[in-house]
């Protein structure tokens, strides 16, 4: 059974920087294709970042490129997502997910992944 823990979101002003963790316990952390999404309040969740089982490939929402990356260390068996320049409008629970594939390609649906977080909750102040 693979089990994901966020860490690291909190209440942050507007223009600074959080970096957000995804430890996985379970499975073969380096064959999964990691993706972190979010979910503002009233909003459906939405893909932000996705990175390929050996970091070769690495994807953003085009609202974050430029301002966050998205990393892992499969030694930890860690992913993280740090946001630099954050906006009022990156507010939100923040989910991590897993899917256990070697494709390269972007994963940016939900029901693409077999494995989910639950969620860490990033707010920006303006």
């Known amino acids: 059974q693979v089990q994901l823990v966020e860490s690291g979101g909190g209440l942050v002003q507007a223009g600074g920087s959080v970096r957000l963790s995804c430890a996985a316990s379970?499975?073969?952390?380096?064959?999964?294709?990691m993706g972190w999404f979010r979910q503002a309040p009233g909003k459906e969740r939405e893909f932000v970042a996705g990175?390929?089982?050996?970091?070769?490939?690495?994807d953003y929402t085009d609202s974050v490129k430029g301002r966050f990356t998205i990393s892992r260390d499969n030694a930890k068996k860690t992913v993280y997502l740090q946001m630099n320049s954050l906006k009022p409008e990156d507010t939100a629970i923040y989910y991590c997910?897993?899917?256990?594939?070697?494709?390269?390609?972007?994963?940016?649906?939900?029901?693409?992944?077999?494995?989910w977080g639950q969620g860490t909750q990033v707010t920006v102040s303006s």
């Open positions: 379970g499975g073969t952390f380096s064959s999964f294709y």
């Open positions: 997910a897993a899917k256990s594939t070697f494709r390269r390609m972007a994963l940016v649906g939900t029901n693409e992944y077999a494995y």
């Open positions: 990175i390929s089982w050996s970091g070769g490939s690495r």
